[in-house]
């Protein structure tokens, strides 16, 4: 059974593809039906679906309000330009790097100058 993703609505569609393409079962918010949902409505419905979550929405790194160990993991892009084309190349980054399965139940920050895995 392979991983379950929610791709958030900052990213573009190309990321669910590019996940779908790596084997991962992954779906953006738009598709789930909680496009423009509040920051912590999504969270719970992410959580209770036991989905792991790929944002670039840096409130999402706050590991005092999504501890680490205590959610279903979290992906956030931090690419230095605004664009398509850095996120893209950050998720594809990662992809080529990690399996998302290792980074389960861990806040994971990527930027071009390297990944910060945060463990509870």
Do not use: C
């Amino acid at each position: 059974m392979s991983l379950k993703i929610t791709v958030d609505e900052d990213l573009p569609r190309r990321a669910v593809q590019i996940l779908r393409d790596h084997g991962y079962d992954a779906a953006s918010v738009i598709e789930q039906g909680m496009g423009g949902w509040k920051d912590a409505q999504l969270w719970i419905a992410v959580q209770n679906q036991k989905r792991f979550l790929v944002t670039a929405d840096k409130g999402f790194g706050d590991i005092r309000v999504y501890t680490p160990g205590k959610h279903f993991g979290i992906l956030l892009l931090r690419p230095d330009e605004d664009g398509i084309r850095p996120l893209i190349e950050l998720l594809s980054q990662v992809l080529n790097s990690y399996k998302l399965e290792d980074l389960v139940g861990i806040t994971t920050v990527a930027t071009p100058r390297g990944i910060r895995i945060r463990k509870e």
